[in-house]
Nanobody, 118 residues
Framework: QVQLVESGGGLVQAGGSLRLSCAAS????????MGWFRQAPGKEREFVAA????????SYTDSVKGRFTISRDGAKTAWYLQMNSLKPEDTAVYYC???????????WGQGTQVTVSS
């Protein structure tokens, strides 16, 4: 069983930066795709960014393009979301997820809160 654990959330002022981390533990294997999602209060969970583990193809939702960067660790099963120029509308619980065994996101972290104050 693979578990994902996020870290790095917190409170930051608009224009600031945060770096989220997602680490896999347990019976780890390399994911096909790793991703980040977020859910703001009263809204549905939405896709933020994803990266193909092998090959490095990345995709982003339009609202974060040019501000957020997804990357992975070269030495362990972990990935990151560098968030720059944060805006109040980025406030949400951020979840990391992975496509481990299927072509859907089948493993999820517990979420980490990101709050951006104006």
């Amino acid at each position: 069983q693979v578990q994902l654990v996020e870290s790095g959330g917190g409170l930051v002022q608009a224009g600031g930066s945060l770096r989220l981390s997602c680490a896999a533990s347990g019976r780890t294997s390399i994911p096909h795709v790793m991703g980040w999602f977020r859910q703001a209060p009263g809204k549905e969970r939405e896709f933020v960014a994803a990266m193909v583990w092998s090959g490095g193809t990345k995709s982003y939702t339009d609202s974060v393009k040019g501000r957020f960067t997804i990357s992975r660790d070269g030495a362990k099963t972990a990935w990151y979301l560098q968030m720059n120029s944060l805006k109040p509308e980025d406030t949400a619980v951020y979840y990391c997820a992975a496509k481990m065994r299927t072509n859907t996101y089948d493993v999820w972290g517990q979420g980490t809160q990101v709050t951006v104050s104006s």
